[in-house]
């Protein structure tokens, strides 16, 4: 049922009831009205009643006057006679509906006329002048008799009628209590509707007003929902939409914690497999560094033996020298020590020193990953300044500019930023064109909002540049593009990227050849893990 | 500077090629005068202790331990910490020998109290002006009181 339909019961179920009440009430009205117009009645009656006694005892007063004035011309007249038939029929009229009284007036139609018939006999007899007779019929007690029983019947008539009033008076009195009992039932019974009807439709609506807020202000909240609101209204509806968007959350709830579920999870897989990876580039770097340790030692041998080679055949070559043997065969041994032992030995030693720098540069290598950072904030201006001053002399050689932007400071360790910069500055200036003035530019890019906790270092060169099929093993270690032009076992770059990574930062390489060449890096401006407040004080302090 | 004061010489080297030029090297510096050679830490451990682990001698004043890092059984630095440990031979001046030059290593070594760390270098002259440092640094620390503090 809907509200509105409910709150026209609240209205119509209290006017149901005084409507009903007031037919009553009309009812009891109309009662007493009729009662009241039989009491009239019955008042009327009784006034028809007396109307009919005056001109009996005015035609019997006219009788006796004519009988003592003797004079008999107002006894022709029938006017009074009349006047009593005309009375006695309305009396007859007005209580038709009652045949006790009917019947009454009845007899006093028949008393009437016999009294007639009695008044004109005496008007014959005085007419006749016989006034003996007269005085004699007038003596006689029958002739008194008539008018009495017309007067006892009247009387008669009016008691029985003032009897019936009576009893009509009664019951209309008793109409107008009933009335107003039924008055004071119908304000009493309506206002107690009235209030019955609210208090059920206060007690139905609001309470489940009361439990449709509870479950609004729960859902909000994120609490469970108490049970469904009985019926069948807009409360109802509101209700189960509160309950199906519960059941929504619920289930949106279950599907992002499910997706979270997912995610930590793939997280916690990152976090393993990054381990897992970490420790392999231990392993690895260990494993280099001992094998290229382990290397060392034989190359000890090599090395001190073939130099200890070199000293026995100095040796040899004097005992020889000093010996009795001839000319010819005494050049024939030199020639054989210093052509052929003297050269194979340098190429020993040679190939050794090759190797052992090889070996050392694996162990730089290894150590990058071992080596503990103590990173503080670093001023890449000095770190810049520092390496271009180192290199001035061959800088001055090449006649290279080398220029420098302010650079913000990066959070790294010192001695590993000067390595970086070292390293690109470094190569920017070997590798430039001799053919045409070179020039170096470090500089910094824009800060990344994206990466508020890093800034993109740049070293830019207009040098031989890197062919496009090489750019993709720049970092590999052992891989010279430019043996030629500068001596090295081609570990530097691999040597930095190992150190900027350590770092947390990146670094790529955009090149040309022919036209130039740019290394970027990226370093850290903060600790790893600052937040938010802490990156706006990074920028602030390189502003 | 007298020669019966001269310093006896301990090596103690798995590698027998090492050893040879060492104790070459040492002789064309001539300073092989009393060299012994010991193959790994575990022989110099029982060179120095007995059975019981007390020192087999009550002193060893004129004696110069060259120790390589890097050996099978026992290392050289466990001989080291041994060294250092017992009073008796705390004050032998110990001279680690090693291929790497990992500064961890060397500063681990010189935590447990070694006297010199000497790297072995590939270059066979830098070797040798290694060993000649070496030689005179022995003839310098030929005071018995030498020791730990001392350098």
Known sequence: MKLFKKGLLLVAIPGLFELALLAVLYKSQENATQAESWALHTKDVIIQAAEVRDPVLLQSARLRSAIILNDTTGLDRNDLWDSIDKEVGELHDIVVDNPEQVQRVAQIRKAVAEYKAWTEEQVELLKAGQRDKLVESFRNPSAIWLIQVIQRQLVEFIRVEEKLDNIRLERVAEARRLQNIALVIALIGSVLAAALAAKIFSKDVGGRLAVLTGNARRLSSGGELAGAVGGNDEITELDRVLHETSKRLKEADERARAYREELERHARELVLVNDDLQRQTQDNEMFIYSVSHDLRSPLVNLQGFSKELHHSIREMHDTISGSNLNDKDKQRIHDVIEEDVEVSLRFIRTAVSRSASIIDSMLRLSRVGRVEYQSQLTDVNEVVRRVIDAMSSTIRERQAVVMSQPLPPCYGDPTAVEQIFGNLIGNAINYLDPLRAGTVEVGVLPSDPGQPDFRTYFVKDNGLGIPADHLGKMFSAFNRLHADVAKGEGVGLALIKRIVMRHGGKIWVESTEGVGTTFYTSLPVQPAGHSENQAVQGEKTHD | ?151
């Open chain 2, 1 to 151: 500077m007298t020669d019966n004061q001269e310093v006896g010489i301990l090596l103690v080297e798995d590698d027998d090629g090492h050893a040879l030029l060492v104790e070459k090297n040492l002789r064309r510096a001539g300073l092989a005068n009393g060299f012994l050679r010991l193959k790994d830490g575990q022989e110099a451990l029982d060179y120095f202790f007995g059975d019981d682990g007390a020192p087999t001698k009550p002193g060893f004043d004129s004696i110069v331990v060259l120790l390589d890092v890097n050996m099978p059984r026992v290392g050289g630095v466990d001989v080291l910490k041994r060294l250092k440990e017992s009073e008796v031979t705390a004050n032998i001046p110990i001279i680690m020998l090693t291929t790497t030059d990992d500064p961890r290593e060397i500063e681990r070594c010189y935590d447990y109290g070694c006297n010199l760390y000497i790297t072995k270098p590939v270059e066979y002259e830098a070797f040798i002006e290694a060993v000649r440092r070496l030689g005179f640094f022995l003839q310098i620390i030929k005071v018995p009181t030498a020791g730990r503090n001392s350098t």
